[in-house]
Nanobody, 116 residues
Framework: QVQLVESGGGLVQAGGSLRLSCAVS????????MGWYRHAPGKQRELVARIPNRGNTNYADSVKGRFTISRDIIKNTVDLQMDSLKPEDTAVYYCHAAAGSSLEYWGRGTQVTVSS
């Protein structure tokens, strides 16, 4: 089992920045990739950024150049630095971990609200 706990959400004005953090605990050695998803009202959940154990990170086109995902193996955290935020970035952001061939773990989510 893997447990994920997000923190760092909040309210920010357009153009501002926020940093989300996901604390990872449990059997983290089984994790093959970490990522952040978001779910906005009336929209489908979408992948924001993903960082695998091997290979390149990838980002949604809408956040490229503005968001940066990073992973700290020592601290067991996965962070999402969000800059130049836009109102359309408003959503609940979820930390995600993939393990094995089909296992997935999710955090409870953290609200990000960007005011215009």
């Amino acid at each position: 089992q893997v447990q994920l706990v997000e923190s760092g959400g909040g309210l920010v004005q357009a153009g501002g920045s926020l940093r989300l953090s996901c604390a990872v605990s449990g059997n983290r050695f089984m994790i093959s990739a970490m990522g952040w998803y978001r779910h906005a009202p009336g929209k489908q959940r979408e992948l924001v950024a993903r960082i695998p154990n091997r290979g390149n990170t990838n980002y949604a086109d809408s956040v490229k150049g503005r968001f940066t995902i990073s992973r700290d193996i020592i601290k067991n955290t996965v962070d999402l630095q969000m800059d130049s935020l836009k109102p359309e970035d408003t959503a609940v952001y979820y930390c995600h971990a993939a393990a094995g061939s089909s296992l997935e773990y999710w955090g409870r989510g953290t609200q990000v609200t960007v005011s215009s």
